[in-house]
């Protein structure tokens, strides 16, 4: 089975910055294009993030573009989104997600195959 674990969600004053982590098991994340999505209270989820499985090309929503940063550690099987100057809209869910291909766009919710049960993260004015 494919799990999916969040960790590093929290709570932060504006300005501040926060590093969430997914840890997968089930999959070698080499072979996966990750991804990170948010849900805000009363709000469809949305996309944050995403790297293909080559680690060669990132993608960004227009909202957290310059401010976050998505990566991976092969070695420790983990993805990460480095939440950088954090705003009081960026309060949501944060959701890790797993692809085994994208057939158009990792915007997409129906792109990804794997979801984990996602970290609060929460920031403060």
């Known amino acids: 089975q494919v799990y999916l674990v969040e960790s590093g969600g929290g709570l932060v004053q504006a300005g501040g910055s926060l590093r969430l982590a997914c840890e997968a098991s089930g999959l070698t994340l080499s072979s996966y294009n990750m991804g990170w999505f948010r849900q805000a209270p009363g709000k469809e989820r949305e996309f944050a993030a995403a790297i293909s499985r080559s680690g060669g090309s990132s993608y960004y929503a227009d909202s957290v573009k310059g401010r976050f940063t998505i990566s991976g550690d092969n070695a420790l099987n983990t993805v990460y989104l480095q939440m950088n100057d954090l705003k009081p809209e960026d309060t949501a869910v944060y959701y890790c997600?797993?692809?085994?291909?994208?057939?158009?766009?990792?915007?997409?919710?129906?792109?990804?195959?794997?979801w984990g049960q996602g970290t609060q993260v929460t920031v403060s004015s």
């Open positions: 997600a797993a692809s085994v291909g994208w057939y158009s766009s990792p915007r997409q919710i129906n792109e990804w195959d794997y």
